[in-house]
């Protein structure tokens, strides 16, 4: 079963062709990966998905209903996706708390406490509750970035580029612990990353994109074992 479709988007900037006739989909509680090169798409394709951004043709549908075609554009709060941007955009003079609760400030009282409460204790981050963001390390800012989204409960979690802001040492572990919160909360997720590991490890498929297309979505396995081009064969075969 198809949750979220993206049907033959493309997208330009000006004459520039950024995305050609994309098309993929995800199933409920998939995690996909879209592995490539610096400017080949890949956050234009977050961006528009998430309604930041207007396709030229195309349609996306979630759960069989249209958020866009030609005629139905739903604006971004109408989507009830969740985006993670590259560097967490964190609210500075918010702390963690509120942080976490911004999204869901409409809701009572008792309702943001019980959400604060799981979500902090998802992140491992309870003690830290009362500081501000500069008072934490660029994983635990992450994990509260990924905290605050998830609050939301949105129907589909967006992170771009989720570790590259973060030493080399962290990133194993953060990568473990962000695969960790997602699986205990079955969030359907597309990650975009320019880092093949990431892809291999935490996906359960991977999109490859290059200038704006396709060139081939499968499972890890079979991305190492039945490379569908020269391009892909050299990306992980060196
Ligand atoms: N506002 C803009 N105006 C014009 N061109 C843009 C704009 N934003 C992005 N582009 C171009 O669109 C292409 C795709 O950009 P995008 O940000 O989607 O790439 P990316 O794969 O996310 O790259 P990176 O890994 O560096 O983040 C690039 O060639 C980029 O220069
Ligand atoms: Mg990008």
């Known amino acids: ?41 890949k956050s234009t394709i977050l961006r528009i998905i998430s309604g930041l951004e207007t396709p030229k043709t195309g349609k996306i549908t979630i759960d069989n209903h249209i958020i866009f075609n030609k005629n139905i554009n739903f604006p971004p709060e109408k989507r009830n996706l969740g985006m993670v941007f590259q560097d967490y955009a964190l609210f500075p003079h918010l702390n963690i708390e509120k942080n976490i609760t911004f ?13 604060l409460n799981k ?15 500069h008072e934490l390390s660029g ?27 973060l030493d080399a040492n962290l990133q194993s572990s953060i990568r473990k612990e962000i695969k960790s919160i997602i ?7 597309i990650f975009v990353t320019h880092n ?36 892909v064969k050299h990306l992980f075969h060196y």
């Open 1 to 41: 079963m198809e949750y979220i479709k993206l049907e033959n988007i493309s997208f330009k900037y000006g004459k520039k062709i950024i995305l050609d006739n994309i098309s993929f989909s995800i199933k409920k509680g998939e995690v996909l990966a879209i592995l490539g090169e610096s400017g080949s798409g």
């Open 103 to 115: 999204g869901i400030s409409h809701f009572n009282k008792k309702t943001k406490k019980i959400i």
């Open 119 to 133: 979500m902090l204790k998802l992140v491992k981050l309870e003690e830290h509750s009362k500081k501000y963001p």
């Open 139 to 165: 994983g635990q800012q992450q994990r509260i970035a990924i905290a605050r989204t998830l609050a939301t409960n949105p129907k589909l979690l967006l992170l771009d580029e989720p570790f590259s802001n």
């Open 183 to 189: 699986d205990i909360e079955k969030t359907t997720t």
């Open 196 to 231: 093949k590991e990431d892809a291999l490890e935490i996906a359960d498929r991977v999109v490859i994109i290059k200038d704006g297309k396709i060139i081939q979505i499968d499972t890890p396995e079979n991305i190492i074992s039945n490379p569908k081009s020269s391009y």
